[in-house]
Antibody, heavy 121, light 107 residues
Framework: EEQLVESGGGLVQPGGSLRLSCAASGFTFSSYCMNWVRQAPGKGLEWVSY????????HYADSVKGRFTISRDNARNSLYLQMNSLRAEDTAVYYC??????????????WGQGTLVTVSS | DIQLTQSPSFLSASVGDRVTITCRASQGISSDLAWYQQKPGKAPKVLIS???TLQSGASSRFSGSGSGTEFSLTISSLQPEDYATYHCQQLNSFPFTFGGGTKVEIK
């Protein structure tokens, strides 16, 4: 079964740091571009960051640029999000999501269950 | 950045109704649009890619259409399990923006 499992969420004070992880299994992780998407409580989805399968292309939403860093370890089938200088508005459920363009049309076809990050004093 | 405007943001409909949700892009995105269904407390699930391609496992009640800046998701005959929030997303260019979501309530 193809699966993504996030971990690392929790309560952190404003200005603090947190590192999220996403463990992939059941598919060839190194073949797929990956993303982080977040959802603040009661709000819509917000794309956060993207990393290509070869690590040559990385993109961020303006809201996190300069504070968050996406990375991956294809040998460990893992995706990461290092979050620094956290703010209250970063409070959200964070999902890792696989971008699949195998059949031509692209979509985020596999999502983790999400991990909650709460930024509060 | 490309903005996506979904409408309506909320709708209430009866079982068996035909329901249509629209998504408008601030600039042309060809057919690079996906639709997702999200149920409370769960991750989104892709229904449609490339504006009109039904994903494996998605019910044939769902269909998508459009290109350029105007897109729609139609549920042909609303079922109780279709109670959910629906999101559109453009994958034409970074940032991969989402629409604001449409919450569908069953009357």
């Amino acid at each position: 079964e193809e699966q993504l499992v996030e971990s690392g969420g929790g309560l952190v004070q404003p200005g603090g740091s947190l590192r999220l992880s996403c463990a992939a299994s059941g598919f060839t992780f190194s073949s797929y571009c990956m993303n982080w998407v977040r959802q603040a409580p009661g709000k819509g989805l917000e794309w956060v960051s993207y990393i290509s399968n070869t690590l040559t292309s990385i993109h961020y939403a303006d809201s996190v640029k300069g504070r968050f860093t996406i990375s991956r370890d294809n040998a460990r089938n893992s995706l990461y999000l290092q979050m620094n200088s956290l703010r209250a508005e970063d409070t959200a459920v964070y999902y890792c999501a696989r971008r699949n363009c195998d059949d031509g049309p692209c979509s985020f076809d596999n999502w983790g269950q999400g991990t909650l990050v709460t930024v509060s004093s | 950045d490309i903005q996506l405007t979904q409408s309506p943001s909320f709708l209430s409909a009866s079982v068996g109704d035909r329901v249509t949700i629209t998504c408008r892009a601030s600039q042309g995105i060809s057919s690079d649009l996906a639709w997702y269904q999200q149920k409370p407390g769960k991750a989104p699930k892709v229904l449609i890619s490339a504006a009109s391609t039904l994903q494996s496992g998605a019910s044939s009640r769902f269909s998508g259409s459009g290109s350029g800046t105007e897109f729609s998701l139609t549920i042909s005959s609303l079922q109780p399990e279709d109670y959910a929030t629906y999101h559109c997303q453009q994958l034409n260019s970074f940032p991969f923006t989402f629409g604001g979501g449409t919450k569908v309530e069953i009357k």
